[in-house]
Protein backbone atom coordinates (compact mmCIF):
# COMPACT_ATOMS: atom_id res chain seq x y z
CA UNK A 1 0.00 0.00 0.00
CA UNK A 2 1.32 3.35 -0.94
CA UNK A 3 1.06 5.71 2.46
CA UNK A 4 2.85 8.80 1.13
CA UNK A 5 1.90 10.61 -2.38
CA UNK A 6 4.57 12.90 -3.99
CA UNK A 7 3.90 15.99 -5.59
CA UNK A 8 6.42 16.89 -8.46
CA UNK A 9 5.61 20.48 -8.95
CA UNK A 10 6.15 21.29 -4.63
CA UNK A 11 9.54 19.63 -4.44
CA UNK A 12 12.34 22.22 -3.96
CA UNK A 13 15.33 19.76 -3.38
CA UNK A 14 16.18 20.30 0.50
CA UNK A 15 16.30 16.79 1.17
CA UNK A 16 14.85 17.40 4.32
CA UNK A 17 12.76 14.21 3.87
CA UNK A 18 15.87 12.10 2.78
CA UNK A 19 17.85 12.90 5.63
CA UNK A 20 14.64 12.20 8.20
CA UNK A 21 13.70 8.94 6.64
CA UNK A 22 14.76 5.54 9.11
CA UNK A 23 13.78 3.30 6.45
CA UNK A 24 16.07 5.03 3.20
CA UNK A 25 13.16 5.03 1.46
CA UNK A 26 13.10 8.26 -0.19
CA UNK A 27 14.94 9.23 -3.44
CA UNK A 28 15.44 11.83 -5.45
CA UNK A 29 14.21 11.22 -9.08
CA UNK A 30 13.56 13.01 -12.34
CA UNK A 31 13.78 16.89 -10.25
CA UNK A 32 11.75 15.52 -7.36
CA UNK A 33 11.39 13.27 -3.98
CA UNK A 34 9.92 9.95 -5.25
CA UNK A 35 9.17 7.11 -2.18
CA UNK A 36 9.81 3.76 -2.04
CA UNK A 37 7.27 2.03 -0.87
CA UNK A 38 8.43 -1.27 -0.81
CA UNK A 39 10.70 0.24 2.27
CA UNK A 40 8.39 2.84 3.85
CA UNK A 41 7.53 1.88 7.32
CA UNK A 42 4.56 4.69 7.36
CA UNK A 43 6.62 6.99 10.14
CA UNK A 44 4.94 9.86 8.49
CA UNK A 45 8.28 12.14 9.36
CA UNK A 46 8.88 12.79 5.82
CA UNK A 47 5.49 14.89 5.39
CA UNK A 48 6.06 16.47 8.81
CA UNK A 49 9.15 18.05 7.67
CA UNK A 50 8.12 18.55 4.20
CA UNK A 51 7.40 22.44 4.20
CA UNK A 52 7.02 22.68 0.54
CA UNK A 53 3.98 20.15 0.71
CA UNK A 54 5.49 18.06 -2.01
CA UNK A 55 4.87 14.94 0.41
CA UNK A 56 1.43 14.19 1.56
CA UNK A 57 -0.15 11.10 2.83
CA UNK A 58 -3.18 8.96 1.55
CA UNK A 59 -6.34 10.73 2.11
CA UNK A 60 -9.33 8.72 3.51
CA UNK A 61 -11.86 11.38 3.67
CA UNK A 62 -13.85 10.43 0.76
CA UNK A 63 -13.79 6.95 1.31
CA UNK A 64 -15.05 7.44 4.56
CA UNK A 65 -18.07 9.67 3.43
CA UNK A 66 -18.95 6.78 1.27
CA UNK A 67 -18.89 4.54 4.17
CA UNK A 68 -21.56 7.43 6.23
CA UNK A 69 -23.76 7.59 3.40
CA UNK A 70 -24.19 3.75 2.80
CA UNK A 71 -26.79 1.33 4.80
CA UNK A 72 -24.05 0.15 7.08
CA UNK A 73 -23.95 0.71 10.63
CA UNK A 74 -20.46 2.44 10.63
CA UNK A 75 -18.57 3.13 14.00
CA UNK A 76 -15.73 5.54 14.80
CA UNK A 77 -12.88 4.44 17.46
CA UNK A 78 -11.01 7.18 18.53
CA UNK A 79 -7.78 7.13 19.97
CA UNK A 80 -6.35 7.51 23.20
CA UNK A 81 -4.75 10.78 21.97
CA UNK A 82 -7.81 12.64 21.54
CA UNK A 83 -7.25 15.00 24.50
CA UNK A 84 -4.07 16.24 23.34
CA UNK A 85 -4.92 16.71 20.00
CA UNK A 86 -8.07 18.29 20.48
CA UNK A 87 -7.72 21.20 23.45
CA UNK A 88 -9.71 24.24 21.87
CA UNK A 89 -13.28 21.35 22.23
CA UNK A 90 -14.41 22.64 25.41
CA UNK A 91 -15.69 18.64 26.23
CA UNK A 92 -15.46 15.30 25.07
CA UNK A 93 -18.95 15.55 25.08
CA UNK A 94 -19.31 18.57 22.59
CA UNK A 95 -16.56 16.42 20.54
CA UNK A 96 -18.44 13.00 20.56
CA UNK A 97 -21.51 15.29 19.30
CA UNK A 98 -19.62 16.85 16.43
CA UNK A 99 -18.31 13.50 15.30
CA UNK A 100 -21.44 11.66 15.60
CA UNK A 101 -23.84 14.68 13.40
CA UNK A 102 -21.22 13.53 10.86
CA UNK A 103 -23.51 10.47 10.31
CA UNK A 104 -21.55 7.80 12.58
CA UNK A 105 -24.06 5.61 14.65
CA UNK A 106 -21.77 4.79 17.33
CA UNK A 107 -18.68 6.60 18.60
CA UNK A 108 -16.11 4.22 20.77
CA UNK A 109 -12.99 4.74 22.88
CA UNK A 110 -9.61 2.90 21.82
CA UNK A 111 -8.50 3.35 25.25
CA UNK A 112 -10.39 0.33 26.20
CA UNK A 113 -8.74 -2.25 23.59
CA UNK A 114 -5.59 -0.49 25.08
CA UNK A 115 -6.70 -1.46 28.28
CA UNK A 116 -7.46 -4.83 27.14
CA UNK A 117 -4.07 -5.34 25.30
CA UNK A 118 -1.85 -4.14 28.50
CA UNK A 119 -3.62 -6.90 30.47
CA UNK A 120 -2.31 -9.13 27.75
CA UNK A 121 1.28 -7.65 28.02
CA UNK A 122 1.31 -7.82 31.78
CA UNK A 123 0.16 -11.21 31.37
CA UNK A 124 2.78 -12.04 28.80
CA UNK A 125 5.63 -10.56 30.52
CA UNK A 126 5.29 -11.77 34.11
CA UNK A 127 5.36 -15.10 33.08
CA UNK A 128 9.42 -14.49 32.37
CA UNK A 129 10.76 -17.74 30.31
CA UNK A 130 14.12 -16.49 29.33
CA UNK A 131 12.45 -14.48 25.78
CA UNK A 132 13.11 -10.83 25.63
CA UNK A 133 10.06 -9.30 23.68
CA UNK A 134 9.70 -6.21 21.10
CA UNK A 135 6.31 -4.65 22.32
CA UNK A 136 4.26 -3.97 18.68
CA UNK A 137 1.64 -1.30 19.87
CA UNK A 138 3.40 1.18 17.61
CA UNK A 139 3.04 -0.01 13.70
CA UNK A 140 6.07 1.61 12.52
CA UNK A 141 8.47 -0.03 14.88
CA UNK A 142 6.78 -3.44 13.19
CA UNK A 143 7.35 -2.44 9.45
CA UNK A 144 10.33 -1.97 10.78
CA UNK A 145 11.55 -5.38 12.43
CA UNK A 146 10.12 -6.75 9.20
CA UNK A 147 11.90 -5.46 6.45
CA UNK A 148 15.21 -4.56 8.45
CA UNK A 149 15.46 -6.60 11.13
CA UNK A 150 13.76 -9.91 9.89
CA UNK A 151 15.96 -11.84 12.11
CA UNK A 152 13.88 -10.20 15.29
CA UNK A 153 10.82 -11.34 14.30
CA UNK A 154 10.16 -14.10 16.28
CA UNK A 155 11.06 -11.31 19.64
CA UNK A 156 7.99 -9.21 18.36
CA UNK A 157 4.85 -9.87 21.01
CA UNK A 158 2.00 -11.79 18.86
CA UNK A 159 -0.91 -9.41 20.07
CA UNK A 160 -2.56 -6.76 18.09
CA UNK A 161 -2.59 -3.07 18.53
CA UNK A 162 -5.02 -0.90 20.87
CA UNK A 163 -6.82 0.13 17.75
CA UNK A 164 -7.33 -4.16 15.75
CA UNK A 165 -7.98 -5.20 19.37
CA UNK A 166 -10.73 -2.36 20.04
CA UNK A 167 -12.16 -3.02 16.19
CA UNK A 168 -12.88 -6.91 17.82
CA UNK A 169 -14.37 -5.44 20.50
CA UNK A 170 -17.37 -3.79 18.23
CA UNK A 171 -17.85 -6.41 15.66
CA UNK A 172 -18.54 -8.55 18.64
CA UNK A 173 -20.87 -5.79 20.06
CA UNK A 174 -22.49 -4.51 17.01
CA UNK A 175 -22.26 -7.10 14.50
CA UNK A 176 -19.68 -8.62 11.78
CA UNK A 177 -21.50 -5.99 9.26
CA UNK A 178 -20.09 -3.35 11.46
CA UNK A 179 -18.25 -0.52 9.74
CA UNK A 180 -15.42 0.46 11.46
CA UNK A 181 -13.66 3.93 11.27
CA UNK A 182 -10.31 4.43 13.59
CA UNK A 183 -9.63 8.09 14.38
CA UNK A 184 -6.15 8.72 15.08
CA UNK A 185 -2.52 10.49 15.26
CA UNK A 186 -1.18 7.89 12.90
CA UNK A 187 -0.48 7.44 9.67
CA UNK A 188 0.78 4.30 9.30
CA UNK A 189 -2.69 2.81 11.29
CA UNK A 190 -3.79 3.61 7.69
CA UNK A 191 -1.51 0.37 6.65
CA UNK A 192 -1.96 -1.86 9.82
CA UNK A 193 -6.16 -1.77 9.07
CA UNK A 194 -5.56 -3.22 5.25
CA UNK A 195 -3.60 -6.25 7.19
CA UNK A 196 -6.68 -6.86 9.70
CA UNK A 197 -8.95 -9.75 9.05
CA UNK A 198 -12.29 -11.09 10.25
CA UNK A 199 -13.44 -9.54 13.46
CA UNK A 200 -10.38 -7.42 13.42
CA UNK A 201 -10.65 -5.53 10.75
CA UNK A 202 -10.94 -1.56 10.30
CA UNK A 203 -12.22 -0.33 7.31
CA UNK A 204 -11.08 2.91 6.92
CA UNK A 205 -8.40 5.47 9.48
CA UNK A 206 -8.90 9.14 9.63
CA UNK A 207 -6.24 11.07 10.87
CA UNK A 208 -6.93 14.14 13.41
CA UNK A 209 -5.81 16.66 10.58
CA UNK A 210 -8.60 14.89 8.36
CA UNK A 211 -11.45 14.86 10.99
CA UNK A 212 -10.81 18.80 10.94
CA UNK A 213 -11.30 19.27 7.47
CA UNK A 214 -14.40 16.62 8.02
CA UNK A 215 -15.66 19.28 10.59
CA UNK A 216 -14.85 22.39 8.57
CA UNK A 217 -16.46 20.92 5.39
CA UNK A 218 -19.81 20.37 6.75
CA UNK A 219 -19.63 23.62 9.27
CA UNK A 220 -19.29 21.32 12.38
CA UNK A 221 -19.15 22.97 15.30
CA UNK A 222 -19.32 22.34 19.04
CA UNK A 223 -22.04 24.95 19.86
CA UNK A 224 -23.79 23.37 17.28
CA UNK A 225 -24.30 19.99 18.11
CA UNK A 226 -26.14 17.85 20.70
CA UNK A 227 -24.29 16.30 24.08
CA UNK A 228 -23.61 12.82 23.77
CA UNK A 229 -21.20 10.54 24.91
CA UNK A 230 -18.54 7.56 24.22
CA UNK A 231 -20.46 4.59 24.04
CA UNK A 232 -19.40 1.95 25.96
CA UNK A 233 -17.44 0.31 26.88
CA UNK A 234 -15.55 3.15 28.36
CA UNK A 235 -11.73 3.19 28.98
CA UNK A 236 -9.35 3.85 32.05
CA UNK A 237 -5.94 3.84 32.12
CA UNK A 238 -5.70 3.07 28.76
CA UNK A 239 -5.45 6.70 28.15
CA UNK A 240 -1.73 6.58 29.51
CA UNK A 241 -1.19 4.21 26.04
CA UNK A 242 -0.56 7.40 23.68
CA UNK A 243 2.81 8.99 26.46
CA UNK A 244 6.04 7.23 26.94
CA UNK A 245 5.74 4.42 29.54
CA UNK A 246 2.05 4.94 29.75
CA UNK A 247 0.80 1.60 28.86
CA UNK A 248 2.96 -0.10 31.60
CA UNK A 249 1.69 1.93 34.00
CA UNK A 250 -1.79 1.15 32.78
CA UNK A 251 -1.37 -2.11 34.70
CA UNK A 252 1.63 -1.65 37.17
CA UNK A 253 4.06 -3.62 34.66
CA UNK A 254 7.34 -3.24 37.14
CA UNK A 255 9.54 -0.47 35.13
CA UNK A 256 11.97 0.12 38.41
CA UNK A 257 15.36 0.18 37.41
CA UNK A 258 16.95 -2.44 40.02
CA UNK A 259 14.13 -4.70 39.50
CA UNK A 260 11.99 -4.23 36.06
CA UNK A 261 13.00 -5.88 32.70
CA UNK A 262 11.68 -3.16 30.23
CA UNK A 263 13.41 -0.44 28.62
CA UNK A 264 10.73 2.24 27.02
CA UNK A 265 12.23 4.78 24.72
CA UNK A 266 10.65 6.77 21.46
CA UNK A 267 12.09 8.80 19.04
CA UNK A 268 13.44 8.33 15.59
CA UNK A 269 17.25 7.80 17.02
CA UNK A 270 16.17 6.21 20.33
CA UNK A 271 13.96 3.70 18.23
CA UNK A 272 16.58 2.47 15.63
CA UNK A 273 19.34 2.89 18.39
CA UNK A 274 17.25 0.44 20.79
CA UNK A 275 16.75 -2.16 18.03
CA UNK A 276 20.40 -2.48 17.11
CA UNK A 277 21.29 -3.17 20.74
CA UNK A 278 18.42 -5.23 21.26
CA UNK A 279 19.78 -7.56 18.53
CA UNK A 280 23.60 -6.87 19.01
CA UNK A 281 24.58 -7.22 22.76
CA UNK A 282 23.44 -9.90 24.42
CA UNK A 283 23.83 -7.78 27.74
CA UNK A 284 20.99 -6.26 27.60
CA UNK A 285 18.96 -8.59 28.95
CA UNK A 286 16.18 -6.89 28.65
CA UNK A 287 12.18 -6.13 27.10
CA UNK A 288 11.84 -2.95 24.94
CA UNK A 289 8.66 -1.12 24.70
CA UNK A 290 9.06 1.13 21.41
CA UNK A 291 7.42 3.81 19.82
CA UNK A 292 8.36 5.96 16.78
CA UNK A 293 7.27 9.46 17.34
CA UNK A 294 8.87 12.20 19.67
CA UNK A 295 6.62 12.12 21.96
CA UNK A 296 4.88 9.13 21.99
CA UNK A 297 1.10 8.69 20.22
CA UNK A 298 0.30 12.54 20.83
CA UNK A 299 2.88 13.52 18.27
CA UNK A 300 2.38 11.47 15.37
CA UNK A 301 1.91 12.88 12.03
CA UNK A 302 -1.64 12.41 11.60
CA UNK A 303 -1.60 16.16 14.22
CA UNK A 304 -1.70 19.00 14.24
CA UNK A 305 1.67 20.68 13.15
CA UNK A 306 1.94 23.35 15.65
CA UNK A 307 0.96 21.04 18.68
CA UNK A 308 3.91 20.85 21.81
CA UNK A 309 4.67 17.64 22.86
CA UNK A 310 5.21 17.97 27.11
CA UNK A 311 1.35 20.15 26.95
CA UNK A 312 -0.13 17.13 24.58
CA UNK A 313 0.82 15.40 27.55
CA UNK A 314 0.06 16.38 30.42
CA UNK A 315 -3.33 17.23 28.73
CA UNK A 316 -3.43 13.43 28.14
CA UNK A 317 -2.97 12.61 31.99
CA UNK A 318 -5.01 15.17 33.41
CA UNK A 319 -8.15 13.72 31.24
CA UNK A 320 -7.15 10.52 32.14
CA UNK A 321 -7.69 11.33 36.09
CA UNK A 322 -10.92 13.17 35.31
CA UNK A 323 -12.26 9.70 33.51
CA UNK A 324 -10.96 7.61 36.64
CA UNK A 325 -13.09 9.79 39.06
CA UNK A 326 -16.10 9.77 36.94
CA UNK A 327 -15.82 6.23 35.44
CA UNK A 328 -17.46 3.45 36.68
CA UNK A 329 -14.61 0.53 37.81
CA UNK A 330 -17.17 -1.89 38.26
CA UNK A 331 -18.51 -1.71 35.18
CA UNK A 332 -15.11 -1.68 33.39
CA UNK A 333 -14.39 -4.71 35.04
CA UNK A 334 -17.56 -6.47 33.82
CA UNK A 335 -16.68 -5.25 30.65
CA UNK A 336 -13.17 -6.39 30.83
CA UNK A 337 -14.01 -9.68 31.88
CA UNK A 338 -16.69 -10.40 29.03
CA UNK A 339 -14.19 -9.34 26.19
CA UNK A 340 -10.35 -10.16 27.46
CA UNK A 341 -11.26 -13.88 26.03
CA UNK A 342 -11.55 -12.70 22.51
CA UNK A 343 -8.04 -13.83 20.65
CA UNK A 344 -5.43 -10.81 20.42
CA UNK A 345 -3.05 -13.04 18.52
CA UNK A 346 -1.50 -12.04 15.10
CA UNK A 347 1.19 -13.01 13.35
CA UNK A 348 4.47 -10.90 10.86
CA UNK A 349 5.67 -11.23 7.50
CA UNK A 350 9.20 -11.22 6.70
CA UNK A 351 9.60 -8.51 4.03
CA UNK A 352 13.61 -8.47 4.30
CA UNK A 353 14.22 -4.68 1.88
CA UNK A 354 17.83 -4.98 3.09
CA UNK A 355 20.77 -4.00 0.68
CA UNK A 356 24.13 -5.15 0.13
CA UNK A 357 26.60 -3.15 1.41
CA UNK A 358 28.55 -1.48 -0.86
CA UNK A 359 32.41 -2.40 -1.40
CA UNK A 360 35.16 -0.35 0.37
CA UNK A 361 36.18 0.80 -3.06
CA UNK A 362 32.98 2.16 -3.52
CA UNK A 363 32.51 4.01 -0.21
CA UNK A 364 36.28 5.10 -0.55
CA UNK A 365 35.63 6.77 -4.15
CA UNK A 366 32.47 8.82 -2.68
CA UNK A 367 34.68 10.02 0.54
CA UNK A 368 37.25 10.96 -1.67
CA UNK A 369 34.73 12.94 -4.15
CA UNK A 370 33.36 14.29 -0.91
CA UNK A 371 36.90 15.79 0.05
CA UNK A 372 36.93 13.18 2.86
CA UNK A 373 39.90 10.76 1.87
CA UNK A 374 41.47 10.48 5.19
CA UNK A 375 39.65 9.41 8.42
CA UNK A 376 40.77 12.72 9.96
CA UNK A 377 38.57 14.14 7.41
CA UNK A 378 35.28 12.66 9.27
CA UNK A 379 33.32 14.95 11.02
CA UNK A 380 30.41 12.83 11.79
CA UNK A 381 27.93 15.80 13.15
CA UNK A 382 25.39 13.65 11.68
CA UNK A 383 23.41 16.71 9.96
CA UNK A 384 23.02 14.47 6.66
CA UNK A 385 20.86 12.31 8.71
CA UNK A 386 23.41 9.72 8.83
CA UNK A 387 25.18 8.67 12.22
CA UNK A 388 28.75 8.45 10.26
CA UNK A 389 30.76 9.90 7.32
CA UNK A 390 31.21 6.31 6.06
CA UNK A 391 27.57 5.43 6.24
CA UNK A 392 27.09 8.46 4.42
CA UNK A 393 29.18 7.78 1.54
CA UNK A 394 27.56 4.09 1.62
CA UNK A 395 24.14 5.55 1.02
CA UNK A 396 25.28 8.06 -1.87
CA UNK A 397 26.93 4.82 -3.39
CA UNK A 398 23.30 2.83 -3.13
CA UNK A 399 21.90 5.68 -4.39
CA UNK A 400 19.55 6.31 -1.44
CA UNK A 401 21.38 10.19 -0.49
CA UNK A 402 22.88 12.52 -2.76
CA UNK A 403 26.28 14.71 -2.20
CA UNK A 404 24.63 17.86 -1.37
CA UNK A 405 23.68 16.38 2.04
CA UNK A 406 26.41 16.67 2.79
CA UNK A 407 26.55 20.31 4.66
CA UNK A 408 30.21 20.44 4.76
CA UNK A 409 30.28 19.71 0.61
CA UNK A 410 27.70 21.30 0.36
CA UNK A 411 29.56 24.87 1.79
CA UNK A 412 32.34 24.33 0.29
CA UNK A 413 31.02 23.71 -3.34
CA UNK A 414 28.90 27.03 -2.53
CA UNK A 415 32.18 28.65 -1.51
CA UNK A 416 33.98 27.21 -4.72
CA UNK A 417 30.92 28.12 -6.79
CA UNK A 418 30.96 31.93 -5.48
CA UNK A 419 34.84 31.60 -6.43
CA UNK A 420 34.28 30.91 -9.56
CA UNK A 421 31.30 33.30 -9.56
CA UNK A 422 33.69 35.79 -8.99
CA UNK A 423 36.12 34.82 -11.98
CA UNK A 424 33.35 34.55 -14.26
CA UNK A 425 31.71 38.45 -13.31
CA UNK A 426 35.69 39.62 -13.67
CA UNK A 427 36.21 38.64 -16.91
CA UNK A 428 32.21 39.34 -17.50
CA UNK A 429 32.92 42.81 -16.75
CA UNK A 430 36.26 42.55 -18.90
CA UNK A 431 34.28 41.37 -21.51
CA UNK A 432 31.50 43.87 -21.25
CA UNK A 433 34.08 47.19 -21.03
CA UNK A 434 35.68 45.81 -24.04
CA UNK A 435 32.15 45.28 -26.18
CA UNK A 436 31.54 48.45 -25.34
CA UNK A 437 34.59 50.10 -26.70
CA UNK A 438 34.11 47.69 -30.03
CA UNK A 439 30.24 49.18 -30.00
CA UNK A 440 31.82 52.86 -30.05
CA UNK A 441 34.48 51.53 -32.53
CA UNK A 442 31.84 50.13 -34.88
CA UNK A 443 29.54 52.95 -34.76
CA UNK A 444 32.63 55.40 -35.31
CA UNK A 445 33.15 52.99 -38.19
CA UNK A 446 29.39 52.95 -38.93
CA UNK A 447 29.49 56.95 -39.25
CA UNK A 448 32.72 57.12 -41.30
CA UNK A 449 31.14 54.76 -44.14
CA UNK A 450 27.81 55.97 -43.85
CA UNK A 451 29.66 59.38 -44.48
CA UNK A 452 32.16 57.53 -47.46
CA UNK A 453 28.95 56.19 -48.75
CA UNK A 454 27.32 59.86 -49.72
CA UNK A 455 30.80 61.03 -50.58
CA UNK A 456 30.87 57.90 -52.71
CA UNK A 457 27.29 57.72 -54.01
CA UNK A 458 27.54 62.01 -54.83
CA UNK A 459 30.79 61.67 -56.71
CA UNK A 460 29.49 58.88 -58.85
CA UNK A 461 26.09 60.71 -59.80
CA UNK A 462 28.57 63.55 -60.86
CA UNK A 463 30.39 61.12 -63.02
CA UNK A 464 29.59 62.30 -66.60
CA UNK A 465 29.40 58.35 -67.69
CA UNK A 466 27.45 56.05 -66.81
CA UNK A 467 28.09 53.57 -63.81
CA UNK A 468 26.70 50.49 -62.82
CA UNK A 469 28.17 47.98 -59.77
CA UNK A 470 26.84 43.91 -59.92
CA UNK A 471 26.79 40.86 -57.82
CA UNK A 472 27.54 37.69 -59.32
CA UNK A 473 23.95 37.12 -60.43
CA UNK A 474 23.96 40.35 -62.48
CA UNK A 475 21.67 41.89 -60.19
CA UNK A 476 22.33 46.00 -59.65
CA UNK A 477 23.93 47.05 -56.10
CA UNK A 478 24.14 50.62 -57.76
CA UNK A 479 24.21 52.85 -60.32
CA UNK A 480 24.11 56.59 -61.12
CA UNK A 481 21.93 58.55 -63.11
CA UNK A 482 23.62 58.62 -66.27
CA UNK A 483 23.21 55.07 -66.26
CA UNK A 484 19.60 55.05 -66.01
CA UNK A 485 18.93 57.87 -68.59
CA UNK A 486 21.20 56.07 -71.09
CA UNK A 487 19.20 52.52 -70.54
CA UNK A 488 16.27 54.83 -71.69
CA UNK A 489 12.63 55.87 -70.21
CA UNK A 490 11.68 52.49 -68.71
CA UNK A 491 14.64 52.05 -66.70
CA UNK A 492 13.83 56.05 -65.74
CA UNK A 493 10.10 54.81 -64.46
CA UNK A 494 11.75 52.06 -62.21
CA UNK A 495 14.33 54.18 -60.83
CA UNK A 496 11.33 56.13 -59.54
CA UNK A 497 10.43 53.13 -57.34
CA UNK A 498 13.69 51.62 -56.73
CA UNK A 499 16.31 54.62 -56.35
CA UNK A 500 19.57 53.41 -58.47
CA UNK A 501 17.77 50.54 -59.81
CA UNK A 502 19.00 48.72 -56.43
CA UNK A 503 18.13 44.89 -56.62
CA UNK A 504 16.89 44.83 -60.51
CA UNK A 505 18.34 42.24 -62.39
CA UNK A 506 20.67 43.46 -65.09
CA UNK A 507 19.70 40.86 -67.80
CA UNK A 508 16.41 42.61 -68.20
CA UNK A 509 17.85 45.97 -68.66
CA UNK A 510 21.06 45.07 -71.68
CA UNK A 511 21.21 43.55 -74.35
CA UNK A 512 22.55 39.56 -74.64
CA UNK A 513 25.98 40.60 -75.65
CA UNK A 514 26.45 42.75 -72.96
CA UNK A 515 25.41 40.52 -70.49
CA UNK A 516 27.93 37.67 -72.11
CA UNK A 517 30.05 40.41 -71.44
CA UNK A 518 29.34 40.77 -67.94
CA UNK A 519 29.64 37.30 -67.00
CA UNK A 520 32.94 37.12 -68.56
CA UNK A 521 34.08 40.04 -66.48
CA UNK A 522 32.81 38.10 -63.08
CA UNK A 523 33.76 34.10 -64.14
CA UNK A 524 37.28 35.11 -65.68
CA UNK A 525 38.18 38.16 -63.41
CA UNK A 526 39.49 39.73 -66.50
CA UNK A 527 38.21 43.28 -67.26
CA UNK A 528 37.09 44.12 -71.39
CA UNK A 529 37.91 47.76 -72.24
CA UNK A 530 36.62 50.13 -74.52
CA UNK A 531 34.58 48.06 -76.48
CA UNK A 532 32.22 49.75 -78.53
CA UNK A 533 27.98 48.95 -78.17
CA UNK A 534 24.97 50.19 -78.82
CA UNK A 535 21.86 50.73 -76.64
CA UNK A 536 18.76 51.98 -78.14
CA UNK A 537 20.40 53.31 -81.13
CA UNK A 538 23.05 54.70 -79.16
CA UNK A 539 26.69 54.44 -80.17
CA UNK A 540 28.47 53.91 -76.50
CA UNK A 541 31.68 52.65 -75.32
CA UNK A 542 31.76 50.44 -72.41
CA UNK A 543 34.83 49.38 -69.77
CA UNK A 544 33.72 46.56 -67.72
CA UNK A 545 36.59 45.92 -64.43
CA UNK A 546 36.45 42.99 -61.42
CA UNK A 547 36.23 44.56 -58.34
CA UNK A 548 35.53 41.16 -56.17
CA UNK A 549 36.67 38.23 -57.64
CA UNK A 550 33.45 36.16 -58.57
CA UNK A 551 31.35 38.45 -56.70
CA UNK A 552 31.47 42.05 -57.98
CA UNK A 553 31.88 43.64 -61.27
CA UNK A 554 31.68 47.05 -62.38
CA UNK A 555 31.47 49.15 -66.08
CA UNK A 556 31.79 52.61 -67.28
CA UNK A 557 29.78 53.40 -70.17
CA UNK A 558 30.21 56.52 -72.25
CA UNK A 559 27.78 57.99 -75.40
CA UNK A 560 30.17 58.74 -78.29
CA UNK A 561 27.64 61.30 -79.37
CA UNK A 562 28.68 63.24 -76.82
CA UNK A 563 31.37 66.39 -78.46
CA UNK A 564 33.66 65.82 -75.55
CA UNK A 565 33.90 62.41 -75.12
CA UNK A 566 34.00 62.30 -78.77
CA UNK A 567 36.56 64.41 -78.92
CA UNK A 568 38.94 62.75 -75.84
CA UNK A 569 37.88 59.17 -77.91
CA UNK A 570 39.52 60.36 -81.58
CA UNK A 571 42.74 61.41 -79.65
CA UNK A 572 42.78 58.33 -77.69
CA UNK A 573 42.48 56.14 -80.60
CA UNK A 574 44.95 58.47 -82.90
CA UNK A 575 47.46 58.03 -80.30
CA UNK A 576 46.61 54.17 -79.78
CA UNK A 577 46.67 53.57 -84.00
CA UNK A 578 50.25 55.49 -83.79
CA UNK A 579 51.50 53.44 -80.44
CA UNK A 580 50.36 50.68 -82.50
CA UNK A 581 52.14 51.53 -86.08
CA UNK A 582 55.16 52.82 -83.98
CA UNK A 583 55.35 49.38 -82.22
CA UNK A 584 54.99 47.84 -86.33
CA UNK A 585 57.89 49.58 -87.42
CA UNK A 586 60.00 49.23 -85.04
CA UNK A 587 59.28 45.54 -85.01
CA UNK A 588 59.95 45.40 -89.03
CA UNK A 589 62.83 47.27 -88.17
CA UNK A 590 64.27 44.94 -85.40
CA UNK A 591 63.35 41.81 -87.86
CA UNK A 592 65.62 43.17 -91.16
CA UNK A 593 68.36 43.72 -88.47
CA UNK A 594 68.33 40.66 -87.87
CA UNK A 595 68.37 39.30 -91.15
CA UNK A 596 71.03 41.26 -92.89
CA UNK A 597 73.22 40.59 -89.70
CA UNK A 598 72.81 36.67 -90.28
CA UNK A 599 73.48 37.10 -94.59
CA UNK A 600 76.58 39.29 -93.49
CA UNK A 601 78.20 36.14 -90.95
CA UNK A 602 76.85 33.49 -93.94
CA UNK A 603 78.73 35.21 -96.39
CA UNK A 604 81.93 35.84 -94.64
CA UNK A 605 82.05 32.52 -93.91
CA UNK A 606 81.78 31.19 -97.43
CA UNK A 607 84.85 34.21 -98.72
CA UNK A 608 86.85 32.23 -95.83
CA UNK A 609 86.58 28.67 -96.97
CA UNK A 610 87.88 29.40 -100.26
CA UNK A 611 90.49 31.38 -99.78
CA UNK A 612 93.81 30.32 -101.18
CA UNK A 613 95.53 27.21 -99.93
CA UNK A 614 92.12 25.62 -98.84
CA UNK A 615 90.34 23.10 -100.60
Known amino acids: MSLIQSIKENCKLCYACIRVCPSRAIIIEDQHAQVLHDRCIGCGHCVSVCTPKALRYIDSIEATEKLLRSDYKVIAICAPSIPGEFSDISSRRNFTGMIKALGFDHVCEVAFGADLVALKYKELLSDFKGKYYITTNCPSVVYNVEKFHPESIT ?36 REATRATDDGKVDEVLTFVELRKI ?62 EFENLQSLKKHIDLFYCDGGCTMGPGTSPDGQKFHRRSLVIDYTKRRLESGDKELWKKDIEEYIQLNFRRTYEADDQRTKSPSPEKIQKVLVALGKPNKEDHIDCGACGYETCKEFAGAVSQHFAKPDMCIIFNIKNKQDYIKNLKVANEKLEKTRQALEESEKNAQHEKEVVKAMSITTNTMLQKIPSGVVLVDQELKIISSNMRFIALLGEDAENIAEVIPALKGADLKTLLPPNIINLFKYVI ?9 DIQINEQLLTISIFPITKGEVAGAVIRDMQLPEVRREEVINRITEAIDKNLKMVQNIGFLLGEGASETEKMLNSIVKSYKPGKK
Not at 237 to 257: C, N, T, W
Open 155 to 190: NLVRLVSPMIAMAKVVHKKYGADAKVVYIGPCIAAK
Open 523 to 531: DKNDGVENR
Open 215 to 276: FEKYNIKENSVEYSDFDPPHGRKGYLFPIHRGMFQAVDIDESHLTGRVVSTEGRFNFIEAIK
